[in-house]
């Protein structure tokens, strides 16, 4: 899928896995990671997103609820 946003979206994206495919891709991302019950690292502080635990629980976690 070519991606008209995708320069732009790379600007904010703060996914450090350099195997993904979906990186600045948004709108894949979010279908990708929800299908999984999870998400995306955009969701994370840069610390927590360098583990790649992407799961709401983490989250949930890591924001103290």
Request: proline share 3%.
């Amino acid at each position: 899928m070519k991606c008209l946003n995708k320069e732009k979206n790379m600007s904010k994206c703060n996914c450090t896995y350099t195997g993904c495919v979906r990186m600045g891709i948004c709108c894949e991302c979010l279908h990708y990671h929800r299908e999984k019950n999870q998400l995306p690292a955009c969701y994370f502080p840069a610390d927590a997103e360098k583990i790649y635990n992407r799961s709401v629980d983490y989250f949930m976690s890591i924001k103290g609820e």
